[in-house]
Each structure stands twice: as structure tokens, then as C-alpha cells.
């Protein structure tokens, strides 16, 4: 088992039963970043914060500082290249003011991330949405924009895992069926899941 999974199973151990399908996530996104992919992220309010944070944690050093090396110190100087850390491409589809006020003024609201899955996504990326039901109504078309473009897809969910979890390759159902602890239960798993990509590409 990998050790960020295991300690995540000390610190939280209802999600046990979650541990297969957190491999699989972590599988998936490993894959599409080490193919020259991207992940995509989306949700709606507390869901939507926690697809920043994401995004936040892979962008830059999370539980190292990825200092550059290589051919990216070579290109950049050693001046530049000191001020800036190594980073994951991750896109939060949850600004876009423009786009969105514009969207819901012109067209259905539903279709948002559909929209922005349309724009970014590209064969072999990986979709994660967020949904504390499984049935936010602009999250289920994301998804299902993403499988017929070739995306991966990942949901973040709870115990009950909704339309999401029916449409994505990968649902992850923390135990609960209450929004505040299905909550507190994502924040560790996306956690570890940042720490075990952040290794992957970023050994010490």
C-alpha cells in the first residue's frame, strides 16, 4: 500500500472502504499528467472552494517545494527559476466570470463546465466533479461532455454517489450522507491525493 494511503487510513479511518477506488483516482490522474495531459476540476459552492484548493496544491509546492532543475533551470536562469516551483497543469473550472455571467444570461446555467470541458478538455485528460450528492445539475454534464470527448473522469462524492458516481470511470463515496461531513471527509482524500502525484513527479 502506498504510505500516504496508509497514514491517511490511520488519520481517517472510515474511509476504508474508499481505499480501491483512491488508488484507481490516483492511477488515472497520474496517467493522463504523465502523457503530457491535464486535470480539470469543478463543483459548486463548498465543492467549488475544495476544486480551488485542489487546483492550489498541484500548481505549486504542497508538501515540498519543487525547486526547478534541468532543462527548466537551463531556459528560465537561475534568477527566475529560483523564484518559481515545479507545477502539475490543473485548471479550476470554477472562475471564468465572463464566461459564466454571460452564460447564464444567454444560455442554460446547467451547461457551464459542459462549456468549459468543451473548450480544455482534450482526449486522455482527466475530469474530476466534485458533488457532495453526486447530482449537482452542471456537474452530471461535465462529465458526460468528458466521456464522449475521451476524458477520464473522476467524482468526489458522498455514500450515495448520485449520477456522478453512474458516470464517471472513477467514483470516490466517502461514508456519509450528511453535506458538512461528506465535506470533511473530501478535504483529506484530495489531500492525499496531492501528495502522492506531488511524488510521483517530484521525488525528493
Known amino acids: ?19 480501491k477506488d483512491l488508488q484507481r483516482a490516483f492511477d488515472m490522474m ?3 499528467l504523465a502523457s503530457g ?4 476540476l469543478c463543483g459548486n ?66 451547461y457551464i463546465y459542459a462549456q468549459l470541458v468543451l473548450a480544455y478538455g482534450r482526449p486522455g485528460d482527466t475530469l474530476v466533479g466534485i458533488s457532495t450528492s453526486g447530482n449537482s445539475r452542471n456537474v452530471a454534464p ?11 473522469t473522476l467524482a468526489l462524492t458522498g455514500e450515495g454517489g448520485g449520477k456522478a458516481a453512474e458516470l464517471a470511470h472513477v467514483s470516490i463515496r466517502v461514508p456519509s450522507r450528511e453535506t458538512y461531513l461528506i465535506q470533511e471527509l473530501h478535504l483529506p482524500v484530495y489531500h492525499t491525493l496531492c501528495l502522492m502525484l506531488e511524488e510521483a513527479f517530484f521525488p525528493a
Open 45 to 110: 459552492g463548498g465543492s467549488g472552494a475544495d476544486a480551488e484548493h485542489w487546483a492550489g496544491e498541484l500548481l505549486k509546492g504542497f508538501g515540498s517545494k519543487r525547486p526547478l532543475g534541468g532543462e527548466l533551470l537551463q531556459k528560465l536562469g537561475p534568477e527566475l527559476a529560483c523564484k518559481l516551483q515545479g507545477a502539475l497543469p490543473v485548471i479550476p473550472l470554477t472562475g471564468f466570470l465572463g464566461l459564466r455571467t454571460a452564460w447564464q444570461n444567454d444560455c442554460d446555467p446547467d
Open 142 to 152: 461535465a462529465l458526460e461532455a468528458a466521456n464522449r470527448l475521451g476524458l477520464h
Open 30 to 32: 497520474h496517467g493522463s
Open 37 to 40: 495531459g491535464k486535470l480539470l
Open 1 to 19: 500500500m502506498n504510505p500516504h494511503l496508509a497514514c491517511l487510513l490511520q488519520r481517517a479511518p472510515a474511509l476504508t472502504p474508499c481505499l
